[in-house]
């Protein structure tokens, strides 16, 4: 589903992914672990084209076309969801009016007809049951004033009601109390499906007792210096990442 | 500016409709009349050399040459005129065609018993003493011009009386039409309305153009909020494109009265709105917002004073602008605290967002406080269109010119979002959203 080869890009002409390999196949999740500044926020900035990144090398095969030569808007609309760390809040514009008008966007793309205000409406009520979230909230406009739970549990929804082929996590636990990470982790696993690729990207091990990869990688200054199963999630738990510093400069 | 052959001009006019008609209204108006065009002589129109006319030269407008008469005036049909005014079939409303009241557009069936609705010649004809009492009491004649002019040549308009006590379930809309073709007008239309004690009312207030070509209107409206009333007023201003508009809202609020007063700007060339809110009793309220919508060569100019005369009164101002093009906003925001007003609490908040690099917004706020146990705040922006946000909505799927209407439209709904009257609140939804196609 996703092959990145030899992936670098760099922002204000600072380098910080600096050669990145990863595969990720259909229905696969995987987690990617990394020390603060190693680059992990900017990999999933890359893949759903944040313009202030610039790439400097590499490229990104999505479901045999190359992401990279697509605008953000072609690939979501291809199925590319980015869950993000810090949502955007936009006073004057209800979540409903919002997520009705991105989904008949990619709709309208894929040739299928736009949803009317009741369908949506429908639809919406049953995807916000898995993410436990109030309607009103949904009505409230785009993550203005919502705590971070909230504001992580709409951004769950919206993957839910765009229903995308790959789904970025970027750092979806952060900010959340145990209840809320639970409540977020059993909406992600509830859209785990075999056509659907996931890579959750996390600072913490905790999000990865709840939501269980397949695959993990730990990302290092710009590389992926280490990857393997989940037990490796326990390793880096037990013994941090400086064990692994010494192969970030190996060849 | 403001030459003597400007007011020359505007003082035949004055002399001419004197010599024409002021015979028949009571001795109080003409004097009122008299009042206003002596003032106006003496104050001539603003120039930017006055600091609170800083940012807009009336210069066309002192140009206009209003002699030239020789158009056609178009028959606007009902369903145009309600549309044009974001109002409703069903609606309680007065119209006015180039100042003067359209009973056949009208209509006062579901007007509530005991509640006074009457064009203003209607009740200057009936030579009420109520009206004599209140015309002219609060606006601000002698120090504005702009108010001197419109009372020297008070001729028609509305008058809303609410007795104490009455709730008004229905909005009351007031629309007025100006422009023809060919015709080189200017309008005056003049608004009182007074909620006795403890009444309630909403009034919508419309101002529509009927022509591409330039005119001058000049509207006054002047409202008394009497004690513990509750008041909304929504100013919609809908203009022809070449339309010079200058509108006064001057409004006075007793003890624990509450006002929730919209400025809503979306058309003319040249545009000046001036709100001037008294909070005269104690524990008064007042929420103030503005939003305007400027391109191409528009120019916005929205100045509010809110003054806290007595203890505990509050007031809330939020003004936001979206200016496309080369438009020119401004926004001058003045509150006063006077010494007897301790207590105060008023908050200020202007937004602006530029879609475009010619387009200009020129923001001022002032606050002046002679009490010491006061909260005020105030703060500006100015901004081009989130980049955050921008990625935020395309990553969801949205295109860039779509993302870039959405987020433009949402700037706007915030504000539009505090009105209260829903049938308005939803069709200026809409149009925003329409209006925003086109960036």
């Not at chain 2, 006019?13 to 004097?31: D, H, Q, V």
């Not at chain 2, 379930?169 to 073709?181: F, H, K, N, R, T």
Request: contains cysteine.
């Amino acid at each position: 589903m996703l092959d990145i080869r030899g992936l670098r890009a760099k922002v204000a002409d600072k380098e910080i992914l600096r050669g990145i390999d990863l595969h990720v196949g259909a229905g696969e999740v995987h987690a990617i672990m990394g020390p603060n500044g190693s680059g992990k926020s900017t990999l999933a900035h890359v893949l759903a084209g944040r313009e202030n990144y610039q790439v400097t090398g590499g490229e990104v095969i999505y479901q045999g076309k190359d992401l990279l030569a697509m605008n953000p808007e072609t690939r979501a609309r291809e199925g590319v969801f980015l869950a993000f760390q810090y949502p955007v809040e936009i006073p004057g514009m209800s979540t409903v009016y919002f997520l009705r008008a991105a989904l008949n966007a990619a709709r309208k793309y894929r040739g299928l007809e736009e949803l009317d205000a009741m369908d949506f409406l429908a639809l919406i009520k049953e995807r916000m049951k898995l993410v436990e979230m109030d309607q009103a909230l949904a009505n409230r406009p785009l993550n203005e004033g919502f705590s971070g739970g909230e504001k992580k549990r709409n951004e769950i929804l919206q993957m839910a009601v765009l229903d995308p082929t790959l789904a970025l996590l970027d750092e979806t636990d952060s900010g959340l109390d145990i209840d809320a990470l639970r409540v977020v982790a059993n909406g992600v696993n509830a859209l785990r499906r075999p056509d659907r690729a996931m890579i959750v990207i996390t600072h913490y091990q905790r999000l990865l007792n709840y939501i269980v990869p397949d695959f993990l990688h730990v990302l290092f200054d710009g590389r992926i210096i280490k990857s393997g199963t989940k037990e490796l999630a326990l390793e880096l738990e037990r013994r941090g990442y400086d064990w692994l510093k010494g192969e970030a400069t190996a060849p | 500016m403001a030459s003597t052959e400007t007011q020359e001009r505007y003082l035949d006019a004055f002399r001419e409709r004197r010599s024409r008609g002021n015979a028949k209204s009571p001795a109080w108006l003409n004097e009122l009349r008299e009042a206003g065009i002596a003032s106006f002589t003496s104050l001539g129109f603003p120039t930017p050399k006055i600091e609170e006319w800083k940012y807009t030269n009336l210069e066309p407008i002192a140009a206009f040459d209003f002699s030239r008469r020789a158009g056609t005036r178009k028959k606007i049909s009902q369903a145009d005129l309600l549309s044009e005014a974001f109002a409703d079939a069903s609606a309680i409303r007065l119209v006015f065609l180039n100042g003067v009241y359209a009973p056949e557009l009208s209509s006062r069936d579901r007007l509530p018993e005991g509640v006074g609705l009457q064009s203003l010649a209607e009740s200057i004809k009936g030579d009420d003493e109520f009206l004599s009492t209140q015309l002219g009491r609060y606006a601000r004649y002698r120090q504005q011009s702009l108010v001197a002019l419109n009372t020297a040549f008070i001729g028609d308009g509305a008058v809303l009386v609410v007795p104490p006590g009455r709730r008004l379930a229905e909005p009351v809309q007031l629309i007025y039409v100006s422009g023809a073709d060919g015709e080189q007008l200017v309008t005056h239309p003049r608004t009182l309305i007074f909620l006795g004690a403890g009444s309630e009312a909403k009034i919508i207030e419309s101002y529509i153009g009927m022509t591409r070509e330039s005119y001058f209107c000049n509207a006054v409206t002047e409202l008394i909020a009497e004690r513990d009333s509750l008041a909304e007023h929504c100013r919609v201003q809908r203009e022809g494109e070449a339309a010079f508009h200058t509108g006064t809202f001057e409004a006075k609020l007793g003890r624990g009265a509450h006002l929730t007063a919209h400025a809503v700007t979306l058309a003319g060339s040249l545009v000046r709105n001036d709100v001037h809110v008294s909070l005269e009793g104690e524990g008064a309220e007042c929420i103030l917002n503005g939003l305007y919508l400027g391109a191409g060569r528009q120019h916005i100019d929205n100045s509010t004073v809110i003054e806290h005369v007595k203890p505990r009164a509050r007031s809330f101002e939020l003004y936001k602008g979206i200016l496309n093009g080369a438009a020119h906003g401004v926004f001058n925001g003045k509150i006063v605290v006077h010494k007897d007003a301790q207590k105060s609490d008023a908050r200020q908040v202007n937004k602006n967002l530029l879609l475009s690099d010619d387009a200009v917004v020129n923001t001022k706020p002032q606050l002046e406080i002679h009490a010491d146990d006061v909260k005020c705040s105030h703060g500006s922006t100015i901004g081009q269109i989130d980049p955050d946000a921008l990625f935020y909505f395309r990553s969801r799927g949205l295109g860039l010119a779509e993302a870039r209407r959405l987020l433009s439209s949402a700037f706007a709904a915030d504000v539009v979002a505090r009105i209260k009257v829903a049938s308005l609140r939803q069709r200026l939804d809409e149009y925003i959203l329409e209006k925003f196609r086109e960036i």
